[in-house]
């Protein structure tokens, strides 16, 4: 069992396939993109899905999300799901979407549950400011092979970011509600390579609140949140909802249960961390499955109570986001 020294158990695996990726969006990397991790350190396809049966067999994992970077260019992806699948745990995956409407149907037999598409704006202008890419058909073409494929519910995450879609939240939730994707707003974290992020710049929670009260009714969902990250909303009555992740204002780490793995085998335990440990070494060294589980319950013991984004001492980590794995 991954627990910690308050009590959370982690069983949410989040496990990232690659830290490449096919876009430059503003928020996370710079235009000219990023040192790629050389390929003799990623994790080859074996070696992943090793660490995610020892994850479910011995220490409790329950769900498996493959994030990335943009998981999609990684080639061996349909396979690893399928592998993942066969372990009776629930898969799914975070993209972006571009080349998901080529994949959608093999990831689906694979044994893929659903997917989270990463889409911040419906608006070819300011989805290539953001991404600086003109690719907006190619996602909304993935988002349609994703939900023919059966990959639901669809849903899709979106950032608001001030002085460039921070006045499309209605019509992206408008959008969503039209198309039956289940749309989630989160605030910008700290995670961008270029340690540009501020607090002043973020569009908190309470502003995206604002912006969807003005046009629409929202109701709370009564049910138990639980450890998922959003607040539910019913949107005019429902049956449409809108969930609103407030990562930074209003922090879930009381109720934590996930746990990371890098694409070169590094266990973060928290999205936050500025430590990781090391189970790409183990694993190439011929360490047991029993001597790697046991490393992996011992990075788990050094989690922190809450991310610290708050606190004036708090410190970005050092890789951004891409990679993390989100």
């Avoid at 790629?36 to 498996?64: A, Y």
């Avoid at 202008?125 to 349609?144: C, K, M, P, Q, Y």
């Avoid at 879609?165 to 992206?172: R, S, V």
Wanted: glycine share 10%; hydrophobic share 40%.
């Amino acid at each position: 069992m991954l627990e910690d020294r308050y009590g959370r158990v982690a069983t949410d695996l989040r496990v990232s396939l690659t830290d490449r990726c096919n876009l430059r969006c503003s928020y996370c990397m710079p235009a000219e993109g990023l040192d790629w991790l050389p390929d003799e350190s990623v994790l080859t396809d074996d070696e992943v899905v090793r660490l995610v049966r020892i994850g479910v067999e011995m220490l409790g994992v329950r769900e498996v999300r493959f994030t990335g970077g943009e998981p999609l260019v990684r080639r061996g992806l349909v396979d690893i799901v399928r592998r993942t699948h066969a372990l009776g745990v629930e898969t799914s995956l975070t993209t972006n979407a571009l080349g998901l409407a080529r994949t959608a149907s093999a990831l689906a037999a694979a044994g893929l549950d659903r997917v989270n598409v990463s889409l911040d704006s419906i608006r070819p202008e300011s989805f290539l400011a953001i991404t600086r890419r003109d690719r907006l058909h190619d996602v909304l073409a993935g988002l349609e092979a994703a939900r023919a494929a059966g990959l639901g519910p669809v849903k899709v995450n979106a950032v608001l970011m001030r002085g460039i879609n921070d006045d499309q939240a209605p019509e992206l939730l408008r959008w969503a509600l039209a198309e039956g994707y289940e749309l989630r707003f989160i605030e910008q974290m700290p995670l961008d390579a270029q340690h540009h992020w501020s607090r002043d710049g973020m569009i908190t929670a309470d502003e995206i609140f604002a912006a969807l009260d003005a046009e629409f009714v929202l109701e709370p969902v009564d049910e138990p949140r639980g450890s998922a990250p959003a607040e539910l909303f019913r949107v005019d009555g429902g049956p449409g909802t809108v969930g609103v992740i407030a990562s930074v204002t209003r922090p879930f780490c009381g109720d934590c249960d996930r746990v990371r793995l890098t694409a070169d085998g590094q266990v973060r335990n928290c999205l936050f961390a500025r430590e990781e440990s090391d189970l790409r070494a183990a694993l190439r060294s011929g360490a047991s499955d029993d001597e790697i589980a046991g490393r992996w319950v011992v990075a788990m013991l050094g989690k922190r109570a809450g991310h610290g984004i708050d606190d004036p001492t708090f410190l970005q980590p050092d890789r951004p986001m891409s990679a993390i794995g989100g």
